[in-house]
DNA sequence: TTATTATTGATTAAATTTGATTGATTTATT
DNA sequence: AATAAATCAATCAAATTTAATCAATAATAA
């Protein structure tokens, strides 16, 4: 048996079992405890499992690439029912931009199923979401790392530049019908503005905690969205002045 | 047979079963285990495969357990080793490219007393350490995941033009002296190729298992490299050739 | 046709992996 | 604390795998 299909069966074991004996693998893979005990040593160096006396456990934390995962967990619920609004428009092939808010990343979480698509995102999370769980070409804006979650500058303008997509799927910090769609930080609302405009239909999931909110920076008016998504339907005055504009809430 | 048909059923082969022994090509490709060997041997050097004594195993994506192993080719004492050798020419306010090369994220793991340090890499876990454990600017290349660890393609090569360092830390496939520093796949030998071009003095840190070996796609000769760390003198001929270029080495 | 080049399989020496043995170290039991 | 049992790391010989060499064959060009 080659010792790479040994350490993987080794893996393996340990993935049902947590831990496991020297002799329970020497049986179970027909091999030495001295052999056992090179392997162990080996994926131990790698860092792969603990070493324990009289055998080898599984390491703790398990995942090896989660670092950047960050998701507020803030309006989880809310945020989950926007991301399954938003799949509607979502159909293979398509070309699209994400941007690197939370609300996006739960989107990009249920994308699995779709084939050939190709997404630009300055997120990380999201990056990190759509390259385990789909099939997706996944471009990486690049550029400064913001904040632990997202790319940010230069870089990634012109990277976005470069691009068109057929949808663009964004969030937002604040929005209302005199202030528009803003943001808190300059750089992102920038990243945002220029996906905006290289993409087809501007599609804007918005949580209702957002709204009737103005933030520092804008990122375009309401009528230049394609579509808002939202969590419950607006109340009163404000969403017959959306619909007014011919903007999709909800639909 | 031909070669090439032969190495595509190899490849057929591995896609069903992860990982086969050259016996068992032998018998199903009515070939000779030398043969085989050079089959295999062909295909590790254009990065098709990993080789692994006794047989040979799958390389792309379809598996995420099989990269674990493979990925950090043991020796994690080595590339530690390496790593705390090329801190020696990092300082404060440094601008530093770095490769995606598992050692060099070792490094990446060591850069945390520095000061005011502006890196800009195109390896996943490089960034992630970096941004994790350090003060550093990081700045990601972004562009096209390949591998789950790495951004290539033409969006990285674009970032990475824009930028001029100080210093360019990588590592490779495979040093010789005729061969110089060759990488087996084609888009991370242009990414390298870049930074080098772009960086003032270009080091190698190369762990002494890679000697002596040509892989497909070239980055650059020996003589074009001003420091080149191992893990252990060179022994031969190799390392007076190195030296007589002026290039240092373990210095 | 002949000469040249490439590919293949056999042979062999070197390198690596393996399993058994040993003594040292750690853990459990009395 | 003392003893017994279990586990470990180190060592070595046997088995396996590899890389290098060379002759035979096949393919190609002159």
């Not at 020297?22 to 090179?38: E, P, W």
């Not at 159909?91 to 941007?99: L, V």
């Not at 769609?181 to 220029?194: M, R, V």
Request: glycine fraction near 6%; aromatic fraction near 8%; hydrophobic fraction near 40%.
């Amino acid at each position: 048996m080659l010792s790479f299909e040994r350490q993987q069966q080794i893996l393996d074991i340990l993935k049902e079992h947590k831990c496991v004996h020297v002799d329970f693998l020497c049986k179970k893979l027909f091999a030495s405890g001295a052999t056992i005990r090179r392997d162990l040593s080996e994926m131990h160096e790698k860092g792969l499992i603990t070493r324990v006396r009289g055998g080898a456990a599984l390491i703790e934390g398990t995942n090896q690439d989660a670092p950047l995962l960050v998701r507020s967990n803030e309006n989880r619920a809310k945020k989950e029912y926007i991301a399954q609004l938003a799949l509607r428009y979502v159909h293979d092939s398509a070309t699209i931009f994400m941007d690197s808010s939370s609300t996006v990343t739960f989107l990009a979480d249920k994308l699995e199923g779709f084939r050939d698509l190709s997404i630009v995102t300055n997120g990380i999370a999201t990056m990190n979401s759509l390259n385990e769980y789909t099939t997706a070409k996944v471009f990486s804006s690049g550029g400064l790392i913001r904040n632990n979650s997202s790319f940010v500058g230069q870089i990634a303008m012109d990277s976005i530049y470069n691009f068109r997509a057929d949808m663009f799927f964004f969030s937002c910090c604040g929005l209302s019908i005199e202030g528009g769609c803003t943001e808190a930080d300059e750089d992102n609302a920038a990243i945002k503005k220029q996906m905006w405009k290289n993409a087809k239909k501007r599609i804007l999931l918005c949580d209702s905690t957002k709204v009737n909110h103005d933030f520092f920076c804008k990122v375009c008016d309401i009528q230049d969205m394609d579509v808002i998504l939202m969590d419950q339907p607006q109340d009163q005055s404000s969403i017959e002045d959306l619909i007014g504009t011919g903007i999709i809430v909800n639909k």
